[in-house]
């Protein structure tokens, strides 16, 4: 299938390790979060999401964070596996205009060796 | 249940030719959005319905590109003429309508390409 991302960003890692991908968001007032998953020839896949009121949640096998002071988040895959190769998207949500409107920040290609 | 359906996944015109996407939600999903995914990018949202008015349209190119979704269900979304600068993913996404944000179901896309 066609590749989301060629130009993107690109974490490698080993099958196993963990990987860490950061996000920067633009807007102060945003108060929920999300992680995307884009595998190739498909479209976004919800992972994990997080409201402004907290600062960690965690599902199963990832984390995210999220600093409100510095406007970033980060998503946390613990013991990177082959089918997390994907591109990964920071989105948040922005309510300012009475309905809410997902905006996504800029991916990353996250690649796992064998 | 089944997922958001989009068609064709592929379409390849010359610039200045019309094109048209098709996309049909999950069912029940009062909300339907277009977004426009440019190669190595996020998606960008073009347009939302809720049911069949608009709600928000800021970023759909008027003069070229036009969406549909009469009967609050299926939804169209039209570029003519297209131009190079088109080519892209085009994304469907669909989601229940209960006040608090509801998470966005996507389709797998037409990817166009205008030569």
């Known amino acids: 299938g066609e590749s989301v991302g060629l130009h993107l960003p690109t974490l490698s890692v080993q099958e196993g390790d963990n990987s860490i991908i950061n996000c920067a968001y633009s807007?102060?007032?945003?108060?929920?979060f999300i992680w995307y998953k884009q595998e190739s020839g498909k479209g976004p896949q919800f992972i994990i999401d997080?409201?402004?009121?907290?600062d960690k949640r965690q599902g199963q096998r990832v984390t995210v964070l999220l600093n409100k002071t510095v406007k970033h988040l980060s998503l946390q895959i613990a013991a990177t596996q082959p089918g997390d190769s994907a591109v990964y998207f920071c989105?948040?949500?922005?309510?300012?205009?009475?309905?809410?409107?997902?905006?996504f920040g800029a991916g990353t290609r996250l690649a796992v060796h064998p | 249940e089944a997922g958001v359906a989009q068609s064709p996944r592929y379409k390849i015109i010359e610039k200045r030719q019309s094109v048209a996407f098709w996309c049909n939600p999950i069912?029940?999903?009062?909300?339907l959005y277009w977004y426009q995914q440019i190669l190595g990018q996020g998606p960008k949202l073009l347009i939302q319905?809720?049911?069949?008015?608009?709600?928000?349209d800021s970023q759909l190119p008027k003069d070229r590109f036009s969406a549909e979704r009469l009967k609050g269900v299926d939804s169209t979304l039209k570029i003519q003429p297209a131009k190079l600068e088109d080519s892209a993913v085009y994304l469907c996404?669909?989601?229940?309508?209960?006040?608090?944000?509801?998470?966005?179901?996507f389709g797998p896309g037409t990817r166009l390409t205008v030569l």
């Open positions: 996404a669909s989601s229940l309508d209960r006040g608090n944000y509801n998470e966005q179901f």
């Open positions: 807007n102060s007032a945003s108060d929920y």
């Open positions: 997080i409201r402004s009121n907290m």
């Open positions: 989105a948040e949500i922005n309510s300012s205009g009475g309905y809410n409107k997902l905006i």
């Open positions: 069912s029940g999903h009062a909300t």
């Open positions: 319905f809720q049911n069949n008015g608009v709600v928000d």
